[in-house]
């Protein structure tokens, strides 16, 4: 197995290219995609400040890194959603790398800081533990990038992920969501942009970066998460990718460039409804969005600026912040 580029010995095969790299040549090809994926889809501009959302797993870790050597100023963000050892293990991951390169890593904890854990949680709003996690994370992302004024926020979600992502959706025929599936969400109303610069690496590969490069992550899945319908969805395309390499790609890009238009009038229509949460300012078809009413459910605390009003009381973030809405696909 030789190095496509130099055609020294090769140290992983990347199928759906139809090539194999040496470590050097993976390196950049690596960096050559995520480079294309910002640029391709203008999910980053120069100067600008970014937050990485950084969960101690291979993914969020490789896109900080690459976004760092790449010259970006971006700062980690870590949740602790305490979810027993294995948050805590995920935060130590975190720390160990942000420290060894020199990095600045915000934390915010769900119980020191919000009163709640997952699972307290996910029983209390009688949603499933990833779907209370999902409304807890979005929320936060964004509050942490407007609390630390950055441009745009970063997440680590792969093409494996998207994918699984968009055969759910399909599935389903869930043409809302459908229409927000993009690997940018446009900053709105005083909310940062969403971007997730890894859509043109595999799961494989972001695994591989990490390995090569000496990035130590937790390899443990979440343990909310096992069973569940996504982790499904990933199977099911494993199995068609190892018989036909490169329809995962196809499936998602071709998604992007042929039918996801066809779908966002739909999403827009539902943007329209919303309107800020009395409390928090999030938009929300309601009064108060899903993310005060899981807190409040779930007996926990929002944090001094972030309390519910008294009843009547003039809602003065009206129209101020305006993040994801309530319902977004996982
Ligand atoms: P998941 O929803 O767990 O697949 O994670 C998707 C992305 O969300 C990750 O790649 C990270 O960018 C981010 N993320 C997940 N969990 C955390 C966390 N505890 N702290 C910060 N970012 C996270
Ligand atoms: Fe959110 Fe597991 S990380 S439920
Ligand atoms: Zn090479
Ligand atoms: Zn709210």
């Given at each position: 197995m030789k190095c496509r580029v130099c055609r020294e010995p090769a140290v992983i095969d990347v199928r759906r290219q139809n090539a194999n790299y040496c470590v050097a040549h993976f390196f950049r090809m690596c960096r050559d995609q995520v480079a294309k994926a910002v640029e391709q889809f203008g999910m980053i501009a120069p100067g600008e400040r970014v937050l990485v959302a950084v969960s101690g797993g291979k993914d969020s870790l490789a896109v900080w890194d690459l976004l760092v050597d790449a010259g970006y100023d971006a700062d980690g963000l870590y949740l602790?959603?305490?979810?027993g050892d294995y948050s805590d293990e995920s935060g130590a991951y975190v720390r160990r790398y942000a420290k060894a390169r020199g990095l600045t890593l915000t934390e915010v904890d769900l119980p020191d800081d919000y009163g709640y854990d997952i699972q307290t949680g996910s029983r209390a709003a009688r949603r499933a533990p990833c779907s209370a996690c999902g409304l807890s994370k979005r929320h936060l992302f964004d509050k942490a990038a407007i609390d630390g004024g950055y441009d745009v926020v970063v997440t680590g979600h792969n093409l494996d992920d998207e994918a699984a992502v968009l055969f759910g959706n399909v599935l389903r025929w869930q043409t809302g969501y459908l229409g927000r599936q993009l690997p940018v969400l446009p900053a709105r109303h005083g909310f940062p942009r969403k971007v997730k610069?890894?859509?043109?690496?595999?799961e494989r590969e972001t695994a591989a970066y990490c390995v090569l490069k000496g990035i130590d992550y937790i390899?443990?899945?979440?343990?909310?998460?096992?069973?569940n319908r996504h982790l499904g969805y990933k199977e099911a395309l494993n199995a068609i990718e190892a018989t036909s390499p490169g329809t995962k790609f196809d499936f998602y890009f071709g998604f992007l460039a042929r039918a996801s238009a066809a779908f966002q009038a739909e999403a827009e229509a539902e943007q329209e409804g919303l309107r800020p949460c009395r409390s928090c300012g999030a938009p929300t078809?309601?009064?108060?969005c899903a993310f005060c009413r899981l807190v409040e459910r779930a007996g926990g605390t929002l944090p001094p600026g972030e309390e519910p009003p008294a009843a009547g009381a003039v809602p003065v973030t009206l129209g101020a912040r305006l993040p994801s809405p309530d319902a977004v696909s996982p």
């Open positions: 602790g959603l305490g979810i610069p890894l859509v043109r690496l595999s390899v443990d899945e979440c343990p909310m998460a096992k069973g078809p309601g009064e108060i």
